[in-house]
T-cell receptor, first 111, second 108 residues
Framework: DAGVTQSPTHLIKTRGQQVTLRCSPKSGHDTVSWYQQALGQGPQFIFQYYEEEERQRGNFPDRFSGHQFPNYSSELNVNALLLGDSALYLC??????????FGDGTRLSIL | DAKTTQPPSMDCAEGRAANLPCNHSTISGNEYVYWYRQIHSQGPQYIIHGLKNNETNEMASLIITEDRKSSTLILPHATLRDTAVYYCIASSYGKLTFGQGTILTVHP
């Protein structure tokens, strides 16, 4: 039974570019959440998707957007990349209000 | 989510019990206490959660005080592979608010 899978594992972009990160939830899970983890810090909540709708959002600008597909997989899009967007981006999935399970993340570096 | 407070670091000898404390004095009635851990370069791993009763699973035990203002995560027989950052989170729904966590180092 595969857990949460994220792609790519590493990515390098330059300032001003746009990026799309992908997440496949654990089998049977219907809810996907995204987190940003800067170096040396705990993960910070970006937003959560359920039934293809954004259900909850953290304190992130509109440059951060997402999507959930009918098969429950999800994408995180970041526009107009800034140096400060360099971080580990984590996806977590859950079944309704059960505990979230995390993938190993995408390491995004902005040059 | 209620704010949680954890010691920045703790040490434990291999084979001994590791007891990690967490304060959550402003926790509300519908907020659960969750524990996750993160080993370097991996995503956080779910350990255990509880509302007001003590909980035990194959990884750990969670002891919540009667007033729910604090809790303790117990790893009964710590191994070197338990060295990680441990996060205590109080959350009712949806987002998890991570703090700085406790760096647990297990020594041989």
């Amino acid at each position: 039974d595969a857990g949460v899978t994220q792609s790519p594992t590493h990515l390098i972009k330059t300032r001003g570019q746009q990026v799309t990160l992908r997440c496949s939830p654990k089998s049977g899970h219907d809810t996907v959440s995204w987190y940003q983890q800067a170096l040396g810090q705990g993960p910070q909540f970006i937003f959560q998707y359920y039934e293809e709708e954004e259900r909850q959002r953290g304190n992130f600008p509109d440059r951060f957007s997402g999507h959930q597909f009918p098969n429950y997989s999800s994408e995180l899009n970041v526009n107009a990349l800034l140096l400060g967007d360099s971080a580990l981006y984590l996806c977590a999935s859950s079944l309704s209000n059960q505990p979230q399970h995390f993938g190993d993340g995408t390491r995004l570096s902005i040059l | 989510d209620a704010k949680t407070t954890q010691p920045p670091s703790m040490d434990c000898a291999e084979g001994r019990a590791a007891n990690l404390p967490c304060n959550h004095s402003t926790i509300s009635g519908n907020e659960y206490v969750y524990w996750y851990r993160q080993i370097h370069s991996q995503g956080p791993q779910y350990i255990i959660h509880g509302l007001k009763n003590n909980e035990t699973n194959e990884m750990a035990s969670l002891i919540i005080t009667e007033d729910r203002k604090s809790s303790t995560l117990i790893l009964p027989h710590a191994t070197l592979r338990d060295t990680a950052v441990y996060y205590c989170i109080a959350s009712s729904y949806g987002k998890l608010t991570f703090g700085q966590g406790t760096i647990l180092t297990v020594h041989p």
